[in-house]
């Protein structure tokens, strides 16, 4: 079985750029996450879907995080315009049934 | 609101000795607990998961946790350390699967030959 795709693996961009974020979840899997974290600090949740619809958003910085899951399988994470604050690695899992995530290998953002 | 705290940020072991990592849990609904590792440059991988059937959870690579309600705890042990079990080590919760899970801060583990 195929996991969780992630693309790019790496990202550098200067502050005040746009970057965006590529997943493919496991096939079937309904559930989709989006993860950041940052050096040294454990995982934090920026938003949850539920095949494309919004479940959880409440610490997506929605003044410049943006983030879609179209037709209920690949999803887009976006950043305009990044601060250097926002440098972290962004994980994305996705899950079956929402009582396991199965994580992707992370994209690592440096802004400089 | 579901927390984790785990303790100690940094352990190490000398191969062969017993490793020990502690988490502690905060969680207003019966809880399904999780440990994740974390290889450098690498996504988070499974470990081992409690959700409410036996206390005592056994994963993979012989780790293995124990579920204990009266001190609210998940703490993680394996035997014998390999030199391959250094890492970083997450423990997190989620609230009867209904929640995305919570993470603890981490515990990077070394290990010395």
């Known amino acids: 079985e195929a996991g969780v795709a992630q693309s790019p693996r790496y990202k550098i961009i200067e502050k005040r750029q746009s970057v965006a974020f590529w997943c493919n979840p496991i096939?079937?899997?309904?559930?989709l996450y989006w993860y950041q974290q940052i050096l040294g600090q454990g995982p934090k949740l920026l938003i949850q879907f539920q095949n494309n619809g919004v479940v959880d958003d409440s610490q997506l910085p929605k003044d410049r995080f943006s983030a879609e899951r179209l037709k209920g399988v690949d999803s887009t994470l976006k950043i305009q315009p990044a601060k250097l604050e926002d440098s972290a690695v962004y994980l994305c899992?996705?899950?079956?049934?929402?009582?396991?995530?199965?994580f992707g290998q992370g994209t690592r953002l440096t802004v400089v | 609101a579901q927390s984790v705290t785990q303790l100690g940020s940094h352990v190490s072991v000398s191969e062969g000795a017993l490793v020990l990592l502690r988490c502690n849990y905060s969680s207003s609904v019966p809880p399904y607990l999780f440990w994740y590792v974390q290889y450098p440059n690498q996504g988070l991988q499974l470990l081992l998961k409690?959700?409410?059937?036996?206390?005592l959870v056994k994963g993979i690579n012989d780790f293995e946790a124990e579920f204990k309600k009266s001190e609210t705890s998940f703490h993680l042990t394996k035997p014998s350390a390999h030199m391959s079990d250094a890492a970083e080590y997450f423990c997190a919760v989620s609230d009867s699967g209904n929640t995305p899970l919570v993470f603890g801060k981490g515990t990077r583990l070394s290990v010395i030959a």
């Open positions: 899992a996705s899950s079956p049934d929402r009582t396991e995530a199965f």
């Open positions: 096939s079937g899997h309904a559930t």
């Open positions: 409690y959700t409410s059937a036996a206390t």
